[in-house]
């Protein structure tokens, strides 16, 4: 059932069922936002999306804020429940676990998250030693002093963090240092997957370039999957294997990180990678005018970029776009591209 | 024509665990129409600049130092650091204003946007009651807000971060100033947005002549709208150049290091060297005279004995450094000192 909405060329993990490490098919998240019982209004925060990572990949997930990326972690990470949609992690389903009970649930351990702020993300009354031993505690049932307190500075090496350092308390940490706690809980069960939030964009690009390596450093030593959630593509490229660009819910374009950077071919991804700042760039003139669509009860007919698009046409107002292949790894959602019959009107 | 000149500023901030010398000896000028970036780490001193220069500073804080002669109209001057509450009252939001780091924290959150731009155009524009919304919806339109007649009546928490962004811009621009400090005017902002509010300050300040303090951490948005940067490093400026000058060839050792821990499109991971160390401890009864030096790979004796080495190699390029780039590290002094 789920299959049907899926052009069958369009997608390698199409096939139900999983395939890789984590696989995401048709996974459908809608907010309720008032309106009346028979027409009821719905934020479309994710809408149909479907994306694999295999054992050792690493994948960025890039996109503007309020495109749906938080969300999707979220469902991933199983804090949300999904309104429809399947989410396959490790070969077993984890979608219909309800989110209350996912935080006792064995895989909770295999499935770690690094957040955004390292400020925000830390207890201000546990000191480094106490947020890297909680889940240790919780989902490991290491109980043991000696053999916490061993785990605690294994792990406070291998993310270079002082272990004279593990008494203190959040406040009394550096910037860079409240990054390294915050990586060090999140791999201390040795997840199969970790997903990165915007981990870096609280730091300073010094300290920004150390985490990156570690980061880098850690993925080679512990066999982790990274699932790199940012802005900031100059930190996607250099970090991940494929991209996927993200728009109001919807997959835009997928391919590796060197494609998007050289050949991106959806208008979207061509702003965004136009955007990026760099040394003695000219100013940008902008390909994108004009404020995204509205995400509440969006027409399933008109593509989400219709108004801000400088190469929309008549097509794009009847007919979503579907994601297609144009290259073994390389997927895009737009007439513009994939059409040839296609002219636009403006 | 220079709007605006620092000399010698210099600010501390008596804590409970000492002085902390923010600021010393900063001195910097910016000329009408020009954009001048100020970059940095967090905790280099940059917000407080900004904060001293509009006389809002917390009043732990004391400029021990220095003046920042403001001339509007070249005209009359002002020394932004001796004048009265009153005058300067007069002066902010007319012919200086801001542009704070976080829109949603500076808006007022229950007063609809439109009427928080007619408040200040009530104050400083001299303009008759019924010729303020129009302008009101004038200055929205300025800044690319889609839609004017609507969003004038939104409250800031039913506007994006970009709108609310632009809302502050159209604040700040309400009167024409000759003088706009833009604190971190993008973080926060997606890529896209962060290009559109760029450009919209770009026209502006071309328009108007207006001079323009970027300060920003992100050295490559810097390269791209400034036309001088200033690099400071715990409370000292360390090195001042035009951007071309600056990013082909730096000259203080910190300048090349950021440049280098900046990612850009072409560099791939071995090519993005981190800063190791940290900011000094600004607290410290015994602050080397540069600050850099426990971080610096040029470090040598000299380094350590006061006063810091600042110069000017030509007109318009300013390093403290003893060892700037461009000469071999074995200085005659430094091997004098070390034999």
Redesign the interface.
């Known amino acids: 059932m789920t299959t049907s909405t899926l052009d069958s060329q369009s997608f390698s993990a199409n096939a139900p069922g999983p395939q890789g490490l984590l696989t995401v098919q048709n996974l459908h998240k809608l907010f309720p936002v008032g309106g009346t019982p028979t027409h009821p209004k719905q934020l479309h925060a994710v809408d149909g999306v479907n994306f694999s990572i295999g054992e050792g990949e690493s994948v960025g997930l890039v996109g503007e804020s309020g495109c749906g990326k938080s969300t999707l972690i979220r469902l991933i990470t199983r804090l949300l429940d999904p309104t429809d949609g399947q989410i396959w992690f490790n070969q077993e389903l984890i979608s219909p676990i309800s989110s209350r009970h996912f935080s006792q649930h064995p895989m909770r351990s295999q499935l770690q998250m690094v957040f955004q702020d390292p400020t925000d993300s830390l207890n201000p009354r546990y000191t480094a030693f106490d947020t890297i031993t909680e889940p240790l505690k919780r989902l490991g049932n290491m109980r043991d002093r000696q053999a916490l307190r061993d785990r605690a500075s294994e792990l406070a090496e291998l993310v270079g963090l002082p272990s004279e350092l593990l008494p203190r308390f959040p406040h009394q940490l550096s910037g860079g240092q409240k990054a390294r706690v915050g990586i060090a809980r999140a791999i201390a069960l040795n997840p199969k997957l970790l997903i990165l939030d915007e981990p870096t964009s609280a730091l300073d690009v010094s300290v920004q370039a150390i985490i990156l390596h570690l980061l880098a450093d850690l993925k080679q030593r512990l066999g982790m999957s990274y699932l790199f959630v940012s802005h900031d593509l100059n930190v996607v490229r250099l970090l991940c294997d494929r991209v996927l660009v993200m728009y109001l819910g919807k997959i835009v374009e997928v391919g590796t990180a060197s494609e998007i950077f050289t050949q991106a071919r959806h208008p979207y991804t061509q702003a965004l990678v136009d955007a990026i700042p760099s040394f003695e760039s000219k100013p940008k003139t902008l390909a994108l005018t004009g404020e995204p669509r509205s995400p509440i009860n969006p027409d399933p007919q008109v593509c989400r970029l219709v108004g801000r698009c400088p190469q929309a046409g008549d097509r794009c107002h009847q007919d979503m776009p579907e994601l297609v292949a144009i290259a073994p790894k390389h997927h895009v959602a737009c007439h513009w591209v994939t059409d040839p019959a296609f002219t636009s009107t403006t | 024509m220079t709007i605006l000149s620092i000399r010698d500023l210099s600010v501390e901030f008596r804590t409970r665990s000492g002085v902390v010398k923010a600021l010393e000896h900063v001195s910097f000028a910016v000329n009408a129409g020009e954009t001048v970036g100020i970059v940095g ?2 905790g280099s001193g940059k917000s407080v600049m900004a904060f001293t220069l509009m006389g809002i500073l917390d009043r732990a804080g004391e400029v021990t130092a220095g003046t920042a002669h403001f001339s509007p109209n070249g005209e009359e001057t002002y020394d932004l650091l001796k004048t009265p509450e009153k005058v300067l009252r007069t002066l902010r939001g007319k012919e200086l204003s801001m542009i704070f780091q976080n829109p949603r924290t500076a808006l007022n959150p229950i007063r609809r946007v439109g009427k928080q731009i007619e408040d200040v155009l009530r104050c400083h524009a001299n303009l008759p009651q019924t010729q303020l919304k129009p302008r009101a919806l004038e200055l929205l339109a300025s800044v690319r807000i ?1 839609d004017p007649e609507q969003r004038y009546g939104a409250y800031p928490y039913e506007l ?2 970009g ?1 609310c962004q632009r809302i502050m811009i159209a604040l700040a621009l309400a009167c024409s100033p000759k003088l706009l400090i833009a604190d971190e005017p993008t973080t926060g902002l ?7 509010v ?2 919209v300050l ?1 026209e502006l300040s071309v328009q108007h002549q207006m001079a323009t303090v970027l300060i920003t ?5 810097a ?3 400034c036309d001088r940067i200033v690099v400071m490093h715990a409370g000292h400026v360390v090195e001042s150049a035009p ?2 000058q600056l ?1 082909t060839s730096p000259l203080h050792p910190y300048t090349a ?3 280098a ?5 072409h ?3 071995a090519d ?5 160390g ?1 900011l000094p401890d600004l607290r410290s009864l015994t602050l080397p005279p540069c600050r850099f030096s426990a971080r610096c790979d040029r470090h040598t004796e000299v380094c350590d004995q006061p006063p810091l080495q600042r110069g000017w190699i030509n007109d318009d390029h300013f390093v403290a450094c003893w060892h700037p780039l461009d000469k071999p590290l074995s200085t005659p002094e430094a091997t004098v000192q070390s034999a």
């Open positions: 780490e967090s889609p994006s971060g709108l997606d890529v896209t947005t962060q290009a559109t760029m450009n770009r951490h992100d050295l490559a948005l390269s791209e709208y951007t071309h990013f290091k950021l440049i821990a900046t990612p850009e499109p560099k791939g991971f993005l060297l981190p800063i190791l940290n």
